[in-house]
């Protein structure tokens, strides 16, 4: 009989660490490359069920775009992540937007502000969305990425 693991079932595989600190200006400059990306928090989500990342990046992109032009953002973030994190990390990219208050909320409160483009403009986006009603429930679409 054979003793198989599933790698999902190991929330942090042995010889893997969190990424270092020395890491995030790598990470910054991307962001800071990426014109449509506002805003960047960096939290821990602990999901059961789900293999724990080292990091976890919610990512506010323009409220212009539509969610396609996001979703290809994203995979181009995640691309470009790719070789900093492959093979020793787990980081996931969430796209989050203050008009989900929930999502909004739980990322703001559990999260690091670590890149901001123009906090003057952020701020007023954010008193103008923090104005509108909340995203609908059927609108609500968590998007994902885990770079590997």
């Known amino acids: ?16 660490q969190p990424i270092p600190p020395g890491h995030i200006p790598l990470l910054e400059a991307i962001f800071s490359q990426t014109p449509e990306v506002e805003m960047v928090l960096a939290f821990t989500v602990r999901a059961e069920g789900v293999m724990q990342s080292d990091a976890t990046f919610g990512i506010w992109l323009r409220e ?15 691309q470009a992540f790719h070789v900093i994190v492959e093979p020793n990390y787990y980081l996931d990219l969430m796209l989050v937007s203050p008009r989900d208050h929930a999502l909004w909320q739980m990322a703001v409160e559990n999260g690091d502000i670590i890149y901001v483009r123009e906090e003057e403009v952020v701020a007023q986006q954010l008193e103008q969305i ?3 009603p909340p995203i609908a429930e059927e609108e609500r679409d968590i998007e994902v990425m885990r770079v590997l």
Do not use: C, I, S
């Not at 198989?4 to 010889?15: I, V």
């Not at 032009?69 to 995640?78: C, F, I, N, P, V």
């Open 1 to 16: 009989m054979t003793n198989e693991q599933n790698f999902l079932d190991d929330p942090r595989p042995e010889g893997r």
């Open 64 to 78: 212009d775009m539509a969610h396609e032009e996001k979703l290809e953002t994203m995979r181009q973030l995640a």
């Open 130 to 132: 923090f104005q509108q």
